[in-house]
Every structure is written in structure tokens, then in C-alpha cells.
């Protein structure tokens, strides 16, 4: 398995996922984070862009999923943005999604966000 990771945090993405319809109808601000595991060593010893995995890809499909087809959960949206980079991206051997909400609606409750975090990897990475 490899041990290098490509990340990026913080994306911030305006969607329309949820189970209550003022978060379908509104919409509300979702904040993710993503590693990709994958083996950085032809890169670091080429310095060549197609060596490596692109941090502008992985934005590009995590972009596309959140603002995106709604979804009722948000452990839907982060299954969906790992089966797609597991897909467009043959150098990625797992990745790591959180999803958070911060303006999760909990009745009251005072909190920073609510979320969560899922790990996939390819089947014969598992093994």
C-alpha cells in the first residue's frame, strides 16, 4: 500500500444535500477534505506533472459531485467523490473524504460542524 498521499483541505463547495427540504430547497455551504494515497516516487524523481496526481483534478471532481445531483446524505456525497477518484485516477490506490456541515442543522446545538469521514481503496490494495 502506498504511503504518500496527495491532499487537499478546506474545499469549500455550495450544494443542496440533505433530508430536510429548507436544505434542498436553500442549500447550504459543505466543507471537504481529501487524501489520495498513491506512490509519489516517479514524481519526486522525474518533476513531471503526468508522474503524479493532479491537485486541480482531484478539485475538479470533488467540485463536481457537491454541486452536483443533490443527495440526502452526505455519507452519499463523500461515497461518490471516492468511487470517482478510485475511477479517473489509476495512480490513486485509497482516498480519505470527510464531508462537513457547518451550518448542520441540530436542534439546539452550538457546534463548529458535523460530518464524516469515510477511507475506500481499490480491491487489490486492500488485500
Avoid: W
Wanted: aromatic content about 6%; overall charge negative.
Amino acid at each position: 500500500m502506498a504511503t504518500d498521499r496527495v491532499f487537499l483541505e478546506g474545499m469549500v463547495f455550495y450544494g443542496y444535500h440533505g433530508v430536510h427540504a429548507e436544505e434542498r430547497r436553500l442549500g447550504q455551504r459543505f466543507v471537504v477534505d481529501l487524501t489520495a494515497s498513491c506512490d509519489l516516487r516517479p514524481a519526486g524523481t522525474s518533476d513531471r506533472l503526468a508522474e503524479t496526481v493532479s491537485y486541480s483534478d482531484l478539485y475538479r471532481i470533488t467540485r463536481e459531485v457537491v454541486e452536483g445531483e443533490p443527495c440526502d446524505l452526505v455519507e452519499s456525497v463523500a461515497e461518490e467523490i471516492a468511487n470517482r477518484v478510485l475511477a479517473r485516477q489509476p495512480r490513486v490506490v485509497a482516498v480519505e473524504v470527510t464531508v462537513r456541515k457547518p451550518s448542520a442543522p441540530v436542534a439546539g446545538s452550538v457546534l463548529a460542524a458535523a460530518g464524516i469521514s469515510i477511507r475506500r481503496a481499490r480491491p487489490e490494495a486492500s488485500a
